[in-house]
């Protein structure tokens, strides 16, 4: 079998990736809904791949590998990477989880970090007004994420919150040292959620990047009587393209507030640093951002090795994304807490997807399904309204 095409349409925002094979068997990927602008670099790779047995999914992915990078430029590479994969499991006739090594578990265990709705204001109350309608969520999360400090509006809404300049580009561009009454106010908000959750359902908060590494430790100890299940991107992540092993691991030597980063990583040795020097609690690395399901699964194996927990990102991943990870997730080891379960976005995504469960998500677990490849199939005949001119082309 060999590879006659390498495709890339937008649809409502996604990038999703087509490869044909002579064999009539194809694939698909997905990258993240934010980044629609990522088409023309998913089509550069398609020189180097066509004509490749795309069943060595390693073997093509020597070709293309080393011409990504970090968020979000990896998740072009991690697109063909979830699709070659599909090809590669319904060639064999099993579920891709069976190729990745088999299932661990039976169903995976999601939280919610994309299940939004609007916060009202940046104050404690509205904090725990908007966490008491996630924790009604049909869903039944066992586990949310709530953004605060930096990975919020309250930089831009909350007078004196920090000694940084603002850039008002993108709050997530923000840093700086925080004023005692930014500190004073986030944890207010962290306390008020806390509240309302009890210890029914864990929270985990995404924080930055740009916290300074004092705040960050004065932040973890301060919280350590809430029992949060993670801070995650403290000093660096989202569009941060590095680490800053060094600095996290100040951060969590100091406390026992389980320290977490690693969305923005591309590829396994740039994990090893967080690995070896004990940087970190917990990873979330993004299927769709590290490089593929393998990447995944390898840096998964390395994590374990070394105490470390994962709970990956996905929160744009989109439907196709959402069967890529609970193939992956079904095969990490015993490290593995739960997965950023990603939303379809628009709404109409449910509707050109077949193959999902309904429901989808039953008391916080996804059972893992059977069928071959990722086991989920864009259905043309629903999908091609919502394509657009330039890519009319995208099913033929
Ligand atoms: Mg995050």
Redesign the pocket.
């Given at each position: 079998m060999h590879i006659t095409d390498l495709k890339c349409a937008i649809l409502g925002g996604s990038p999703v990736v087509r490869i044909t094979t002579d064999a009539g068997i194809e694939g698909y990927g997905q990258a993240e809904h934010f980044k629609p602008y990522l088409k023309p670099h998913v089509l550069f790779y398609r020189d180097y791949i066509l004509g490749q047995d795309p069943t060595d999914v390693e073997r093509v992915m020597l070709r293309i590998r080393r011409l990504g990078s970090f968020k979000p430029w990896g998740s072009a590479v991690s697109a063909i990477e979830m699709a070659l994969w599909d090809i590669a499991g319904k060639a064999a006739g099993v579920p891709v989880y069976k190729l990745l090594g088999g299932k661990v578990r039976d169903k995976v265990r999601v939280y919610n970090?994309a299940a939004r709705f609007p916060l009202a204001g940046q104050e404690p109350e509205q904090y725990a007004d908007n966490m008491a309608r996630m924790a009604e969520a049909k869903e039944g999360f066992s586990i949310i994420?709530q953004?605060i400090g930096f990975?919020s509006r309250m930089p831009d809404e909350l007078p004196d919150f920090s000694y940084g300049e603002r850039l008002a580009v993108h709050h997530q561009t923000e840093r700086g040292l925080l004023t005692e009454r930014g500190l004073k106010h986030v944890v207010a908000c962290v306390e008020a959620m806390k509240e309302v959750l009890g210890d029914e359902i864990g929270l985990a908060l995404?924080c930055g990047p740009g916290w300074t590494v004092p705040d960050a430790i004065r932040l973890a100890k301060a919280l350590e009587g809430l029992h949060i299940l993670w801070l995650?991107?403290l000093i660096s992540?989202?569009y941060t393209p590095y680490v800053l092993a060094e600095q996290y691991r100040e951060v969590t030597r100091s406390t026992s507030t389980p320290i977490h980063t690693g969305?923005q990583i591309y590829l396994r040795q740039n994990f090893k640093a967080l690995f070896e020097m004990q940087a970190v609690n917990i990873v979330?690395p993004d299927p769709a951002d590290i490089g593929g399901l393998a990447e995944l699964k390898w840096v998964a194996e390395y994590a374990d090795l070394h105490g470390i927990l994962m709970a990956p990102?996905g929160?744009g991943d989109g439907l196709i994304g959402l069967a890529a990870l609970v193939q992956v997730a079904a095969t990490l080891p015993r490290n593995y807490i739960a997965f950023?379960y990603p939303v379809g976005r628009p709404v109409w995504w449910y509707d050109i997807i077949d193959g999902l469960p309904d429901p989808i998500v039953e008391n916080s677990f996804i059972t893992v399904w059977d069928r071959p490849g990722l086991g989920v199939t864009l259905n043309k005949n629903a999908a091609r309204q919502y394509l657009a001119a330039e890519d009319k082309n995208f099913f033929t």
């Amino acid at each position: 079998m060999h590879i006659t095409d390498l495709k890339c349409a937008i649809l409502g925002g996604s990038p999703v990736v087509r490869i044909t094979t002579d064999a009539g068997i194809e694939g698909y990927g997905q990258a993240e809904h934010f980044k629609p602008y990522l088409k023309p670099h998913v089509l550069f790779y398609r020189d180097y791949i066509l004509g490749q047995d795309p069943t060595d999914v390693e073997r093509v992915m020597l070709r293309i590998r080393r011409l990504g990078s970090f968020k979000p430029w990896g998740s072009a590479v991690s697109a063909i990477e979830m699709a070659l994969w599909d090809i590669a499991g319904k060639a064999a006739g099993v579920p891709v989880y069976k190729l990745l090594g088999g299932k661990v578990r039976d169903k995976v265990r999601v939280y919610n970090g994309a299940a939004r709705f609007p916060l009202a204001g940046q104050e404690p109350e509205q904090y725990a007004d908007n966490m008491a309608r996630m924790a009604e969520a049909k869903e039944g999360f066992s586990i949310i994420k709530q953004g605060i400090g930096f990975h919020s509006r309250m930089p831009d809404e909350l007078p004196d919150f920090s000694y940084g300049e603002r850039l008002a580009v993108h709050h997530q561009t923000e840093r700086g040292l925080l004023t005692e009454r930014g500190l004073k106010h986030v944890v207010a908000c962290v306390e008020a959620m806390k509240e309302v959750l009890g210890d029914e359902i864990g929270l985990a908060l995404d924080c930055g990047p740009g916290w300074t590494v004092p705040d960050a430790i004065r932040l973890a100890k301060a919280l350590e009587g809430l029992h949060i299940l993670w801070l995650e991107d403290l000093i660096s992540g989202d569009y941060t393209p590095y680490v800053l092993a060094e600095q996290y691991r100040e951060v969590t030597r100091s406390t026992s507030t389980p320290i977490h980063t690693g969305e923005q990583i591309y590829l396994r040795q740039n994990f090893k640093a967080l690995f070896e020097m004990q940087a970190v609690n917990i990873v979330g690395p993004d299927p769709a951002d590290i490089g593929g399901l393998a990447e995944l699964k390898w840096v998964a194996e390395y994590a374990d090795l070394h105490g470390i927990l994962m709970a990956p990102h996905g929160t744009g991943d989109g439907l196709i994304g959402l069967a890529a990870l609970v193939q992956v997730a079904a095969t990490l080891p015993r490290n593995y807490i739960a997965f950023e379960y990603p939303v379809g976005r628009p709404v109409w995504w449910y509707d050109i997807i077949d193959g999902l469960p309904d429901p989808i998500v039953e008391n916080s677990f996804i059972t893992v399904w059977d069928r071959p490849g990722l086991g989920v199939t864009l259905n043309k005949n629903a999908a091609r309204q919502y394509l657009a001119a330039e890519d009319k082309n995208f099913f033929t």
